[in-house]
């Protein structure tokens, strides 16, 4: 099992950046896939980016050109890059984990509260 910690929330003008974190502990070498989802208010959680193992990334639509996934192994750490953000941005924002390349998601954190707003 993987613990997962995020970090980095808060609140920011329309344009504005954020970079969340997301400290990962436990089992860490069984990670094949990691992501980033936000839910909305009213809304279902979706997938914002994804990386796996290799280093492959995923990104949804609207945050293409925007968002950046990584990680830094030797921090156990992976984060998400949010630039030129948007209201409808506005989301918890949640850390993911999986330990197979299909399926769903095993390990959740908390979440992290994004609001975009002037």
């Known amino acids: 099992q993987v613990q997962l910690a995020e970090s980095g929330g808060g609140l920011v003008q329309p344009g504005g950046s954020l970079r969340l974190s997301c400290a990962a502990s436990?089992?860490?070498?069984?990670?094949?896939?990691i992501g980033w989802f936000r839910q909305a208010p009213g809304k279902q959680r979706e997938l914002v980016a994804s990386?796996?193992?290799?280093?492959?990334?995923n990104y949804a639509d609207s945050v293409k050109g925007r968002f950046t996934i990584s990680r830094d192994n030797t921090k156990n750490t992976m984060y998400l890059q949010m630039n030129s953000l948007k209201p409808e941005d506005t989301a918890v924002y949640y850390c993911?984990?999986?330990?197979?390349?299909?399926?769903?998601?095993?390990?959740w954190g908390q979440g992290t509260q994004v609001t975009v707003s002037s």
């Open positions: 990386m796996t193992r290799g280093g492959s990334t």
């Open positions: 436990g089992s860490i070498y069984s990670i094949a896939v």
């Open positions: 993911a984990a999986k330990s197979t390349y299909y399926g769903r998601y095993d390990d």
